[in-house]
């Protein structure tokens, strides 16, 4: 945030003018891959598949259906808050 007050004299009483700037996700204004979140996409990377003949549990990644396996856990987010955002706002404050 960066705030600027100037005094402003009219009819004899001093009010006063407020100007605000903000930046909200600064880091992603400087460099567009910073500041970006990451969504899952795979909340079990690991899937319970049978007992080996030890009596073991064998666990295997997840496959799609050509049987390729799906290995992204995180995909990066597209959502608003992802992106850097500028606001300006003004005040007057009578006196």
Same mark, same amino acid.
């Given at each position: #945030?960066?705030?600027?007050?100037?005094?402003? #004299?009219?009819?004899?009483?001093?009010?006063?003018? %407020?100007?605000? =700037?903000?930046?909200?996700?600064?880091?992603?204004?400087?460099?567009? #891959?910073?500041?970006?979140?990451?969504?899952?996409?795979?909340?079990?990377?690991?899937?319970?598949?049978?007992?080996? /003949? /030890?009596? %073991?549990?064998?666990?295997?990644?997840?496959?799609? /259906?050509?049987?390729?396996? %799906?290995? =992204?856990?995180?995909?990066?987010? =597209?959502?608003?808050?992802?992106?850097?955002? /500028?606001?300006?706002?003004?005040?007057?404050?009578?006196?």
């Amino acid at each position: #945030s960066i705030v600027q007050e100037f005094k402003v #004299s009219v009819g004899g009483k001093n009010n006063s003018l %407020q100007i605000r =700037a903000d930046i909200f996700n600064f880091g992603n204004l400087i460099n567009n #891959s910073w500041g970006v979140s990451d969504r899952i996409v795979n909340s079990s990377p690991l899937t319970y598949r049978s007992l080996n /003949a /030890a009596g %073991q549990p064998v666990y295997r990644f997840p496959v799609d /259906a050509n049987g390729n396996f %799906q290995s =992204a856990t995180y995909i990066k987010s =597209a959502n608003l808050g992802d992106v850097w955002q /500028a606001q300006l706002g003004i005040r007057y404050t009578f006196n």
